[in-house]
């Protein structure tokens, strides 16, 4: 890793360092939940439907967020290592395993929170091929549940999906595959009920319901000013913290204020004519996860040559990935949310699709598109997004790196690569 | 003609159309170009190969080929071939998804006999001739004079680390990848009046493929014993991320069962590391 990597990213939104600080303070009161007061708790994938979780008053440990808040301990190595020593090849999938790595090393000492009390279940959808295999052993090690849940093939293929998925959900998704997914939550709400006691209250997940529709609503909008701002009034490294903090709570009182709060930040700067830059030239598209290690990367270039990243998917995937027009039937409405994260963000046609529109909603002048190296389900359908784009004539940049290895991260030479690609391909 | 690609397929169907030519062929000196603008670098060894063909126009013959939702690489490759031909980039056959849920749940059976009944009036095939067309589950060992050496793990491109086996003496037992593919899914019941139901109950509960639920290591100890090894290899390629996952039991399998084992991970699907030398070298040491 570059001594220049890690670069912080400037903050110019008061309610980004609010974000940061109300997830910190959650942190401790899900340890406070989990680890102290004994609450029943589960482990889930990020792309479960933590609803009904919420709706039930269940405290959840996210997969995801379990491995970054491993990883920011610097421990992630250590408990990789410790899976070799156990038999594992060392180049088993990475993503969604640090979690099991961890509870396999079983050393208290060093683990967050002293390691994880057994949940009451673990829940993931079969969305790669190692995913079951990565539940099932750490579920028997933790002497746990596992409720796995299909994700079941989506054939009806709309390349105009985003457009319509607010209210034509049902088509756009799929009624067998809603049809199935209601029935697998209908069976997961049971076995809740069954080993924790508490009860599914229908009315409060309609209301929750509702409150993640107005939450999403607004990040959208600001979505939208964005796309129509010049020049853009926020980077990608504050529209991430504010889209993902919020959404990890979605339907809560704090995230449906946090979003408004956002909005109205972004809507003032936009009407005060205050940029990211105040020199903006080019506007960027960034497809891929976060580069958590280095934020900083994004603002590297804003004022000498004005390329500011102006797109990532977090922030414009709130509306067509979450808000749906209820129409009474809120589970299957969550259904048709839940069934389609990978395929949507992963996948063509709707990968490609829908970024080509959305780099024209923008005034997206080129791509900076990240290829993780080991991992097939992050580069998945990356390519011909990238074909796509350049047959609409935006161009892109293929950066051969990981999310979460800072190791194969330098700083200076990446900023150095994507400017010499903007004076080649997009000449300010 | 209808090929198929991918494991856990309902192969009784696509037998029954009378127009199934089996798994889609690989050919492994294809020179990959133009696919490699277009998939990436982590898909199984035989998907750049395959999208290579695709484009070359090798599978025009086909009509249809039928996917495996059961294979993170077969099913991306459906979606991978569709958007391309929609894109007007490749022609040849429609591709079609064959989607296999095995969760040990009624949902998932129900949702597999359903995707059967589907594929079935989608190819025009009715039940009599479904029925017709099951055939016994396959897997007999070879019998010979020779000892035998299991080749568990991924399977292989051909019989190439067969070669290696025989030429040291033993006869193999190891699947291919077209002999995966071409697999049934398990002890299909005849006669049933029903045979898409039977047919999804074998699917369901089959021991194979990345997305079964079963047991790894009891299905490793299940073919050492009945196939009477007197030496066993597991091989496992770079790209094999499920089955890898139970690497540690099936290592305790292989030395709790007293056979001469080798084991060999993150190896070339196209045995270019010397796995054959390896393999070699090992079996003239296991004595018989």
Redesign the interface.
Known sequence: MSTSANQRSRKTLACTSQATAYQKAFGQELRRRVVEDREPYAIVQADTPHELFHAMDIPIITNQWWSAYISAKQLSNRYFDAMVEKGYPANSCKYCSLGLACTLANDPETAPWGGLPTPTIMVARLTCDCIQHVFGQWAEAMGSEFFPMEAPAWTDKDPQWFAHAKSDWERVYQPDRIALMVREMADLIAVLENRTGRKFDEAKFHHLMEQINVQEGYIWEAAQAIGEARPCPVSIAEQMPNTMIPQWHRGSDWAVAHAKKFRDEVLERIDAGLGASSNEKLRLMWIGAGVWHDPGFYQALEEDPGAVFVWSMYMPFAGPAYIRDLKDKPMEALASRVASMNETLHLPPWMSSWMVSEAKRCGIDAAIMLLPPDNRLSQSGNKLTASALEEAGVPVLMIDADMVDAKSWDHDRMVGMVAQFLGERAPA | MIASAGPNLPLAVLRATGAYAGPLPIDLDKPVTTAS???????APWAPLALQAWADGDYDHLDRVVFS?A???A??FY??V???Q??GLVGGPEAI???V?M?P?Q??LE?TE?KVRELADLLGVGDSAIDEAIMPASGAAPSGEQPLCLIAGSPMPDRRLHDAVEAAGFAAAGQTLAQYWGEEAGAVEQGTGEPCAAIARALHASASG??S?ADRADFLADRLARSGAEAAILW?I?ED????????AE?RVLEESGVPHLVL??RDWFARDGAGEEISRFLAEVTT
């Open positions: 603008d277009w998939m990436e670098s982590k898909f939702r294979d993170d690489t099913q991306r979606y991978y569709c958007e391309l929609r894109r998804l064959f989607d849920a969760i749940r949902s998932s949702r359903q990345p997305r639920f496992r770079e991320e499920a089955q890898v996952w139970h690497l540690p290592r991970t993150r």
